[in-house]
């Protein structure tokens, strides 16, 4: 009876959603003539096929505008989102379950450093990307105040308030926070350091192992910049947040002696959370002087990826580390200072106001040392590793942000040097940008302020706060920092993976991944002299993972083949297996079910369940299992439960005792039938969308897709008990250009270009992304206006 009720519930809300959609909001409108309040002329917007917005103004600021009010007619609500967890103020706008996260948010410093950055962005004047930002927020609120709202507000019973340059600042936060993977890995790097020893540490990759791939640099002569001075509980609070986290990427661009045109051919694709709507926003500027086809982010002006018709410009998780957490010793005399050798440092206090909706305001307080504020408060792991404050030292809070200058600054660049100028503006988060222009140039650099530690620290374990030697001593110049221009390789990538020592002799601690992706890319590229867009496209699909078989063929040898003859189709199946992911094939949804025991019968004991599962969720598990799994000696394999010793065949056996009982139970005894395409789902999830029957509303589910731990074409899951594999993030766009003709390029989003329910671009991208196809991405005037299946004409009030 109450399936039945709430099957009728469900039934009832999807009928009235869809009488509010016809009757309110239906498909929304992709023409007509709109007054505009301060366009100066007339401004027309054209629509592709897919939603694309192709904006042609005569002049900066309408161009701007436009852009704003287009951006919010279609990724409103997702702009709210990300507004409201870089300001701390998800609470007030949807109930007391987030209240943990705006305290973790103002803990961190993100709405305070939003704060600054604006007032440092205000006081430059009116600079022109300044200009370009306000003119993009008199857009957004132009919307805000007379357009059409989005359901999601009628649902939440909440109008939204007008949009402010301190929001934007906000989102840049957002964005920033994402990119930060201390917070993630430091506490268990360290409980594992105190609790279990070097031993133990050594047979996983806290720091890059040598059989791990760097990305080599290339420092030029005559390129110049100016010189710029655990438990899985915080993970589990970190997945109620309603927007995705940027999780990494692969990008590479290969110059014109490996290119069948003999110009750079140009390649990006996003890591990003899956979510619905997804990450980027695409629209094409035109007015005079500027030419721009750019990737946003909602409440963003300019494009975080995106090309001109002379140069592109991508981006990759730099995944450096840049932050640092300092365990204080508190004076004896003053439990509100702390102590530097014996010098007192006072701990500074503040207040801050939560509002809640459909409660009191919360007042909370938030306490600061010289290093940081203290997170114990908000952050359980940290709070039951010591009882001492630990502070975080985070470079992104330590400045503020000229990242709208350096994005306006990338988009109107004329030059490669402009491209490296702008990219020196960025100190935090890392990332790597990529760049390709028509003139031949191909470059990468690592774009963060680094700071230079003292030796005695370990960048993942909790430092001597109290240590004068362990201070932080100052920041390398970026010209130092790692990059390539123009390499006699013919090519630049990066993804995720550890550069190479600089010229200035460091090997620059961080998050990296193993760099399998970097090697399978490079070993590609370098196999030919005749690349072009078409063949490109294998490269950015494959699903292939070498050191998975490296894995697979150890983990069989340590077996002894007779006790699981009955098995030994299965078995015979994943010795042959070559590493790829194709839906038909048994061998992956062996091999990721035995990974799992195998690492959880090995660490569990150690850990406990909550810590395993928190190092599942590390880039050190993706990192260290090849490591992990060859190291015959490693601490882990004893079972310290046991009296007796158990060694890492005994570990390997069982758990493949128990993933083929799982199995058989799962898919049944044949194990032909255990096709990786029933371990596979793939959703893409709206933040409404976790408040059934919503999820059948706004949730956007695909067929299943070829998931993968490490491939080029990253689809990524977590390993679980259940063997059932969520993809939860993936390449949120994947573009490619061939400078031979900008205007051919193409990409692909993994939905849509709209956030809005009733729009037919909601997820009209969804199977060509899921199928491995592309849609151009159109720059040709003559193209857009007669293949144009709509135009929306803005006028200037008079």
């Known amino acids: 009876m109450k399936k039945l009720v709430s099957l009728i519930g469900a039934l009832f809300l999807i009928l009235v959603l869809g009488i509010l959609g ?13 007054k505009l309040s301060g366009l100066k002329e007339e401004v027309e917007i054209y629509f592709d096929k897919f939603g694309i917005p192709h904006i042609y103004a005569e002049n900066e600021s309408d161009a701007y505008r436009a852009l704003g009010y287009i951006h919010a007619k279609e990724r409103l609500f997702q702009l709210e989102m990300m507004r409201r967890v870089g300001s701390g103020t998800l609470s007030e706008f949807l109930g007391p379950d ?57 649902l939440l019973g909440e109008k939204p308030r007008l949009y402010s340059l301190e929001d934007m600042h906000s989102i840049l936060g957002y964005m920033s926070f994402t990119f930060a993977m201390g917070l993630k890995t430091d506490p268990l790097v360290t409980k594992m350091s105190r609790e279990l020893g070097p031993d133990y540490l050594a047979s996983i990759s806290v720091q890059t192992l040598p059989e791990h791939h760097v990305i080599p640099n290339h420092y030029p002569d005559s390129l110049n910049t100016e010189n710029l001075l655990v438990t899985s509980e915080l993970s589990a609070l970190l997945e109620k947040l309603p927007v995705p986290l940027l999780e990494g990427s692969n990008s590479w661009v290969i110059s014109g002696s490996r290119t069948q045109s003999g110009q750079v051919l140009f390649n990006n694709d996003t890591h990003i959370g899956f979510a619905s709507p997804s990450v980027w926003f695409e629209a094409h500027l035109e007015y005079p002087g500027f030419s721009f086809y750019g990737n946003h982010l909602a409440g963003i002006p300019f494009g975080l990826v995106g090309h001109s018709r002379h140069h592109s410009v991508g981006l990759t998780m730099f995944e450096n580390d840049d932050q640092d957490f300092f365990e204080e010793k508190l004076n004896p005399s003053n439990p509100n200072e702390i102590l530097i050798g014996e010098q007192p440092f006072p701990i500074k206090s503040r207040k801050e106001t ?58 109107h660049a004329e030059s490669m040097q402009q491209v490296a100028d702008a990219a020196a503006l960025i100190h935090a988060p890392g990332l790597n940008i990529m760049y390709g222009d028509k003139w031949g140039n191909i470059a990468w650099w690592a774009a963060a302020k680094l700071p230079i530690r003292a030796e005695k620290v370990h960048s993942k374990i909790f430092a001597d706060g109290s240590d004068p030697e362990s201070q932080p001593k100052g920041w390398y110049p970026f010209t130092e920092n790692p990059q390539s221009i123009n390499p006699p390789s013919g090519f630049v990538a990066s993804a995720n993976n550890q550069p190479d ?32 867009l078409e063949s490109i496209k294998s490269l950015q699909l494959e699903t292939v993972n070498e050191v998975s078989v490296e894995n697979a063929k150890l983990m069989l040898s340590q077996i002894d083949r007779r006790q699981f003859d009955e098995h030994s189709q299965i078995l015979d199946e994943l010795a042959l297996w070559e590493g790829n992911h194709k ?62 010793f158990e060694s890492r065949s005994e570990i390997i056996s069982e758990a493949l005792a128990i993933s083929l009982e799982e199995l058989s139970t799962q898919f049944g005894e044949n194990s032909r039938e255990w096709d990786w395409e029933k371990a596979v789902t793939i959703e893409h999830p709206h933040p409404l969308g976790a408040k059934k029957p919503l999820d059948k509303i706004f949730n956007i589910k695909t067929e299943a897709v070829e998931a993968n731990e490490e491939a080029v074409n990253k689809l990524a899951f977590k390993l679980n008990s259940e063997g059932i594999y969520k993809v939860t993030s993936g390449p949120a766009m994947r573009i490619i250009l061939d400078f031979a003709d900008v205007e051919g390029s193409v990409s692909v989003l993994p939905t849509g270009n709209s956030g809005n329910r009733f729009s037919k671009h909601y997820a009209d991208q969804k199977e060509l992304y899921a199928k491995g196809k592309y849609r151009p991405q159109l720059m040709n005037e003559k193209t857009i206006k007669e293949k144009s299946l709509s135009k929306i004409l803005l006028l200037p009030h008079e």
Do not use: C
């Not at 930002?133 to 989005?150: H, M, T």
């Not at 010591?386 to 988009?411: D, G, K």
């Open 22 to 34: 016809f009757v309110f909001w239906q498909s929304p409108s992709y023409k007509g003539e709109l």
């Open 354 to 411: 939560l509002k809640v909706k459909g409660k009191d305001p919360i007042e909370f307080e938030i306490r600061e040392t010289v290093h940081g504020p203290i997170m114990n408060p908000v952050v359980k792991e940290i709070a039951t590793l010591t009882s001492n404050p630990i502070s975080s030292w985070w470079v992104f809070v330590l400045e503020p942000s000229r990242a709208m200058e350096a994005l306006y600054q990338i988009n």
């Open 583 to 644: 839906l038909n094939l048994s061998a992956p949804t062996l091999y990721y079910k035995w990974l799992y025991h195998i690492l959880r019968l090995a660490m569990e004991d150690e850990l406990g369940k909550d810590g395993f599962e928190a190092y599942l969720q590390t880039f050190m598990m993706i990192r260290s299992t090849h490591h992990f799994l060859k190291h015959e000696e490693n601490k882990w394999w004893d079972n310290r439960s046991t009296d007796i």
């Open 501 to 532: 020592t600089t010229r200035n002799g460091i090997f620059f601690p961080g998050y990296y991944y193993p760099g399998e992706r970097w090697n399978r890319i490079a070993k590609t590229i370098t196999s030919r002299e005749d690349w072009d």
């Open 98 to 154: 987030f209240i943990e996260i705006d305290q973790f948010f103002h803990t961190l410093g993100i709405p305070k450093h939003a704060k600054e950055s604006n007032a440092a962005f205000m006081a430059q004047g009116e600079t022109p990307w300044k200009k370009a930002a306000d003119a993009y927020v008199s857009g957004v609120n132009e919307f805000i105040q007379n357009g059409k709202l989005p359901v999601e507000y009628l």
